[in-house]
């Protein structure tokens, strides 16, 4: 992995992601176009993600739908907002219409929300299941068992759609150790491809960020959610 430069401007720290998912596809034989950078902008002010779309990104991610809704209407209509924190399901209806992406659906409870609320509004949302591959207490998303489950329960919901698997791997030191997580997330969508389910894909794995994105990418995340890499740390 390439050193995190703090003396880097934004150019080169979106420059140094992008030679890292160059090095990570050169190696395992994958397609650079096949992995997707999402610009993880959570606390940052809009004149930061305002440069980050001058350079290039259009994928934006948030946690909290306050922040994405206000950053959304500042922000220029071709962004591709994407849900990456925990939601509650009474914010749900806020962002129904605005977000690309769910990343962190993790109960039929939420899913049916996001199907009832999108239908209101004729849309269908696109929704990735979270997966606690490390079985983290403190962290949210389901087990590996419950996934297939849940996965069955969702795919006959009428305006939801599930796209692929999310997961949040332990913050580690050294990536390596995060990589069996990543290869069992893999593993885990081609099981439930397997499964045949009707109206659902498993074209989306959205894993790594800035710490363990190149190793994610070696073990075939086509989503990769990079915060402090492009934007510098977060002090709130
Ligand atoms: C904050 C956050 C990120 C980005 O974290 P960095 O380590 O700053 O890259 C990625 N995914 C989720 C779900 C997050 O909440």
Redo the contacts with the bound molecule.
């Keep these: 992995m390439a050193e995190y430069n703090v003396s880097l401007g934004m150019e080169e720290k979106i420059g140094q992601v992008k030679e890292e998912i160059r090095r990570a596809c050169e190696k395992t034989g994958r397609k650079e176009e096949d992995v997707t950078l999402i610009a993880?902008s959570?606390t940052k002010p809009v004149s930061m993600l305002e440069e980050a779309y001058r350079l290039g990104c259009r994928h934006f991610?948030e946690?909290k739908v306050q922040e994405l809704v206000d950053k959304y209407g500042q922000m220029p209509s071709d962004v591709k907002w994407h849900m990456?924190?925990h939601l509650q399901r009474n914010k749900v209806k806020y962002i129904v219409d605005k977000v690309f992406l769910i990343?962190?659906v993790d109960s039929l409870r939420l899913a049916e929300e996001i199907s009832k609320e999108a239908g209101k509004k004729g849309v269908t949302v696109h929704i990735l299941v979270e997966v606690n591959l490390a079985g983290e207490e403190t962290k949210f998303g389901t087990t590996r068992e419950e996934a297939i489950r849940l996965i069955r329960e969702i795919s006959i919901l009428p305006s939801v759609r599930v796209e692929g698997l999310m997961t949040?791997a332990p913050y580690v030191e050294n990536p390596e150790k995060n990589r069996q997580y990543f290869a069992d997330l893999y593993q885990l969508s081609v099981d439930i491809t397997n499964e045949n389910i009707d109206n659902i894909s498993m074209d989306i794995l959205s894993m790594g960020?800035?710490?363990d994105y190149g190793v994610a990418v070696e073990e075939g995340a086509t989503y990769i959610?990079?915060?402090?890499?492009i934007f510098g740390e977060?002090h709130f």
């Design positions: 993880v959570k991610g946690n990456i924190g990343h962190s949040i960020m800035t710490g959610r990079v915060g402090t890499g977060r």
